[in-house]
Nanobody
Framework: QVQLEESGGGLVQPGGSLRLSCTASGFSLENYPIGWFRQAPGKEREGVSCIASGASSTYYADFVQGRFTTSRDNGNNTVYLQLPSLTPGDTAVYYC?????????????????WGQGTQVTVSS
């Protein structure tokens, strides 16, 4: 079965950090740009980051402002999103999907459907 699965979310206090993982099964993600997206309660889903297939380029939404870092380990068929210095405003369900490697992070084919996501909750 071809799918992307997110993991690594949890409950952290403000200022805490998490590392999210996006692992592919049924295909090799090394040939695809992979993005992270998030959806906060009552808000639309928004793009967070996109990393090109060769990891030569990364793109981030303006609100990231240098806080988050995406990386990939093609040997483990996984893309990561490092989330340091978390704030309550980062509380959301985080998803991964294939993306368009451009300044505005948007989902793009072929794996442009949403899985379960991983919940990130930042609260004291």
């Amino acid at each position: 079965q071809v799918q992307l699965e997110e993991s690594g979310g949890g409950l952290v206090q403000p200022g805490g950090s998490l590392r999210l993982s996006c692992t592919a099964s049924g295909f090799s993600l090394e040939n695809y740009p992979i993005g992270w997206f998030r959806q906060a309660p009552g808000k639309e889903r928004e793009g967070v980051s996109c990393i090109a297939s060769g990891a030569s380029s990364t793109y981030y939404a303006d609100f990231v402002q240098g806080r988050f870092t995406t990386s990939r380990d093609n040997g483990n068929n996984t893309v990561y999103l490092q989330l340091p210095s978390l704030t309550p405003g980062d509380t959301a369900v985080y998803y991964c999907a294939t993306c368009l490697p451009a300044d505005i992070v948007v989902v793009a084919p072929p794996y442009d459907y949403w899985g379960q996501g991983t919940q990130v909750t930042v609260s004291s």
